[in-house]
T-cell receptor
Framework: LAKTTQPISMDSYEGQEVNITCSHNNIATNDYITWYQQFPSQGPRFIIQGYKTKVTNEVASLFIPADRKSSTLSLPRVSLSDTAVYYCLVGGVRTNAGKSTFGDGTTLTVKP | NAGVTQTPKFRVLKTGQSMTLLCAQD?????MYWYRQDPGMGLRLIHYSVGEGTTAKGEVPDGYNVSRLKKQNFLLGLESAAPSQTSVYFC??????????????FGQGTRLTVV
């Protein structure tokens, strides 16, 4: 299994940039890195996905170094509504369906 | 577009009772998954399916059975419920297109309590 390690919790203030790092030392060649967001009493929601270097969409950026043993989710100018649990998931759905794990995630608390 | 729909949303069972959780997706996805999430923890994969008529065990399959008779539906069964199965159950689906990984879409969850 592609196991991941994330900080248990992080605090931030509104308007700040937040960076959450995920360690995945045993990532396989065909594994992708995917980040999900989960609010209380809801299912996880896809944020961003990448394979290498940098990926950016309308809500976040994902930085992946050349060795791919870690990745960093960057949330620009967070707001109170970004308070949630963030999960880093490593795997390839098509090639490793069922072999990637969510881990316990990072609880991000945004304060006013 | 409903996405992934789970039925029921809440259920209370007595120890030893059986029940079936239904997951339906309208996105024509090949892959479907059942997860459980215990308080303060991440999601753990119970069973998954890579296509109609196929199922496979995930990380925590004991005490559960699944069936995928139709592409759009994935059923999770508990034959004899135990208090340890008290949890929130999430169903997810994703496409099986070629070329790397794809995002998974999750349902709203089923909160199950076994007393």
């Amino acid at each position: 299994l592609a196991k991941t390690t994330q900080p248990i919790s992080m605090d931030s203030y509104e308007g700040q940039e937040v960076n959450i790092t995920c360690s995945h030392n045993n990532i396989a060649t065909n594994d992708y890195i995917t980040w999900y967001q989960q609010f209380p009493s809801q299912g996880p929601r896809f944020i961003i996905q990448g394979y290498k270097t940098k990926v950016t969409n309308e809500v976040a950026s994902l930085f992946i170094p050349a060795d791919r043993k870690s990745s960093t989710l960057s949330l620009p100018r967070v707001s109170l509504s970004d308070t949630a649990v963030y999960y880093c998931l490593v795997g390839g759905v098509r090639t490793n369906a069922g072999k990637s794990t969510f881990g316990d995630g990072t609880t991000l608390t945004v304060k006013p | 577009n409903a996405g992934v729909t789970q039925t029921p949303k809440f259920r209370v069972l007595k120890t030893g009772q059986s029940m079936t959780l239904l997951c339906a997706q309208d996105m024509n996805h090949e892959y479907m998954y059942w997860y459980r999430q215990d308080p303060g923890m991440g999601l753990r994969l119970i069973h998954y399916s890579v296509g109609e008529g196929t199922t496979a065990k995930g990380e925590v399959p004991d005490g559960y059975n699944v069936s995928r008779l139709k592409k759009q539906n994935f059923l999770l069964g508990l034959e004899s419920a135990a208090p340890s199965q008290t949890s929130v159950y999430f169903c997810a689906s994703s496409s099986g297109r070629t070329g790397g990984a794809t995002e998974a879409f999750f349902g709203q969850g089923t909160r199950l309590t076994v007393v």
